[in-house]
C-alpha cells in the first residue's frame, strides 16, 4: 500500500492522534509514494517497507531508536509532541500510540469490518458474556472465537494465552488470521486498560456491550471517575453503531446517555424492568441452576417470549444472559436456537465453576476479586446453603483499597471466611492479609498458603453447606516476587478430596 493512501484512510481518527491531518498540508514530499506493508514499535523489528512509531512511555523513550529504525530501512517515522530526540520524526503527532490501532488495522485490511465482532466492557461479567455469546453463535453452526481473560479460544478450546485485550498489532494480526480461516464471528473482552491505551482504535464492532461498573483497577487510573471514563469511551460511533447496555447496573443510565449521544442505537437490557427491549425473567433458581423465560420488546412488532434453562446461579448471571441475548438479538440471531444453547454452554472457566467432586455440600471456584464481585457471588450463594465458607485474598501490587473493603464484606456475609494468599507478587502476603482484615466486622481466620486454607474449609463443610474459593478463578499458577508457580484452585480441591 502506498503511504499517501494508508495515512488518508487514518486521518479520520485525528481527534485521537491530534496531527494526522497535518500530513495533508505537505509533510509527504517524496515519501507518497513508498510502499508500507507492516508497522513497528520496535525498532529490532522494522525493515525496508515499515512505517516506525516512536512512543513516549512511563519508562522507556523509544524516540531515542529513531535513529535505528532509519537505519534498518523505516519508511517513514511518527513522533509524539513533547519527546525530546535527536533524530527527527517525519510526523509529530499529539498521540503516537493512538496511531498504531489505526494504521494496523488498515494494513491487515480493516478485518474487524469484515466480520461479526462484539466487544465487551463491563468490571465484572464480561468473560461470562463473551462465553455465553459464543455459546449461541456456534449452535448455529458458525464459528466463533473468543478473547480475554482466559486467553483467545476458537469454539471453546484454547488456541493461545493473551492479555484480556492484546496490543494493536497484536489483535489486528489475529483478527486477520481468523478471517483468513473463514472465521466471521467473535467477541472480545474490552478493558479499561486497553481503551485508555487505545489498543482497540482502528477496530470495529458489529455491537458493544456494557455489564457493570464497580471498584477495581484503581492501581493503575487514579479514582473512579477516571476508570469509569476509560469503559465509557467505548460507546462511541468510532467503534460501533450498536450498544447493549445492563439497565440494572447503577452505570446503565450514564452508559445508555452517552451512547445516545454520540448517535449509537441503544438495545437496553434488564431483569428488572420489563418494559426494556429485553427483559429476562427468572421464573426459578436454586443451586442447580435458573429456569426463565425471555421477553423481546421491539418497535412495532408484538412482544416476544422465549422460555429457557441455565445450569449458571445467581442474579449476576441473569443479568449476563440478558446481556447475551442483547448482542444475539443486536446480530440477528436466531433467539429460539440461543434460548436452547444456555443448557448446553460449556461453563465459564473460574466463574462459579464446580469441581468434578460429589459431596453433601458444594464447592464453587470463581474469579471474584473486586469487592462487587466478591459481594455478589457470597449473596447469590448464601440463601441456598446451610452454611457458608469464602476463601479469599487480594492481589500484590493492585488497588490496596479494597482490601479492607473485601474483608469486610466477607465478615458481614460468609458464616466462615479465611484470608489467604492471592498473587502476593512484589508485597509481603502477611501484610496483605492484615489489611484486609482491618475491614472485617468480626474476626477472620488467616492461613496464608492457599491449598492448606482450601483444605481447612473443606475440612469443616457439613451436609447442605457451600464452600467458594475466590479470587483465582481460572489461573493456573500463583505469583510470589517474579516466580510464578503451579496452582491451580480446581485441582487443588480435587487433590484434597482425592487424598492426593
Known amino acids: 500500500m502506498r503511504l499517501s493512501e494508508l495515512i488518508e484512510q487514518i486521518t479520520d481518527f485525528e481527534s485521537d492522534i491530534d496531527g494526522i491531518a497535518r500530513i495533508q498540508d505537505g509533510i509527504l514530499p517524496g515519501k507518497g509514494e513508498f510502499q508500507i506493508e507492516n508497522v513497528q514499535t520496535n525498532h529490532k523489528l522494522v525493515d525496508s517497507k515499515s512505517i516506525f512509531i516512536a512512543l513516549l512511555g512511563n519508562q522507556i523513550n523509544s524516540h531515542a531508536f529513531i535513529p535505528d529504525a532509519i537505519s534498518a530501512g523505516a519508511k517513514f517515522v511518527i513522533g509524539q509532541a513533547g519527546a525530546s530526540t535527536q533524530a527527527l520524526p517525519d510526523l509529530v503527532v499529539g498521540n503516537s500510540r493512538a496511531a498504531i490501532g489505526p494504521i494496523a488495522s488498515v494494513l491487515a485490511g480493516y478485518p474487524s469490518r469484515k466480520m461479526s465482532l462484539v466487544g465487551i466492557t463491563g468490571t465484572n461479567g464480561k468473560t461470562s458474556v463473551s462465553y455465553l455469546y459464543s455459546a449461541m453463535v456456534q449452535d448455529q453452526k458458525h464459528h466463533c472465537f473468543t478473547m480475554g481473560t482466559t486467553g483467545i479460544l476458537l469454539n471453546g478450546e484454547k488456541e493461545a494465552d493473551s492479555q484480556t485485550t492484546p496490543d494493536p498489532l497484536t489483535l489486528q494480526s489475529v483478527l486477520s488470521n481468523f478471517l483468513s480461516d473463514g472465521v466471521k464471528f467473535g467477541a472480545m473482552e474490552v478493558s479499561s486498560h486497553a481503551l485508555d491505551q487505545y489498543r482497540v482504535l482502528g477496530t470495529w464492532f458489529s455491537a458493544v456491550a456494557y455489564t457493570n461498573f464497580s471498584q477495581d483497577h484503581l492501581d493503575y487510573h487514579k479514582d473512579m471517575d477516571e476508570y469509569f471514563n476509560a469503559k465509557a469511551q467505548l460507546f462511541s460511533s468510532k467503534y460501533s453503531k450498536v450498544a447493549v447496555i445492563n439497565m440494572d447496573d447503577s452505570k446503565g443510565k450514564d452508559i445508555s446517555f452517552i451512547a445516545k449521544s454520540n448517535g449509537m442505537d441503544v438495545i437496553e437490557v434488564s431483569t428488572l424492568n420489563k418494559n426494556s427491549n429485553i427483559y429476562v425473567n427468572a421464573i426459578s433458581s436454586d443451586i442447580t441452576g435458573i429456569k426463565g423465560e425471555v421477553i423481546i420488546n421491539t418497535l412495532n412488532q408484538p412482544q416476544k417470549i422465549i422460555s429457557f434453562e441455565s445450569p449458571m446461579i445467581g442474579d449476576f448471571n441473569l443479568e449476563n444472559i440478558a446481556v447475551a441475548f442483547g448482542l444475539a438479538f443486536a446480530n440477528n440471531l ?144 500463583q505469583i510470589f516476587g517474579e516466580k510464578i508457580i503451579d496452582f491451580s484452585d480446581l485441582e487443588a480441591v480435587n487433590e484434597i478430596v482425592n487424598g492426593n
Open 334 to 477: 436466531d433467539l429460539e436456537l440461543c434460548a436452547r444453547s444456555l443448557a448446553l454452554a460449556k461453563s465459564v472457566p473460574g466463574r462459579l465453576e464446580r469441581p468434578d467432586i460429589h459431596k453433601q455440600f458444594s464447592i464453587f471456584v470463581d474469579y471474584a476479586h473486586t469487592p462487587d464481585a466478591l459481594e455478589r457471588v457470597l449473596r447469590v450463594v448464601k440463601p441456598l446453603c446451610e452454611k457458608l465458607i469464602v476463601v479469599f485474598g487480594c492481589g500484590g501490587n493492585r488497588d490496596k483499597g479494597k482490601r479492607p473493603i473485601m474483608g469486610n464484606i466477607a465478615s458481614r456475609l460468609a458464616d466462615i471466611a479465611i484470608v489467604t494468599n492471592d498473587n502476593p507478587r512484589d508485597e509481603d502476603g502477611d501484610q496483605i492479609a492484615r489489611e484486609i482484615v482491618q475491614g472485617a466486622t468480626r474476626k477472620l481466620e488467616v492461613i496464608l498458603d492457599r491449598k492448606q486454607a482450601i483444605e481447612k474449609a473443606i475440612s469443616i463443610a457439613g451436609p447442605g453447606d457451600a464452600i467458594i474459593i475466590a479470587g483465582k478463578g481460572h489461573e493456573k499458577g
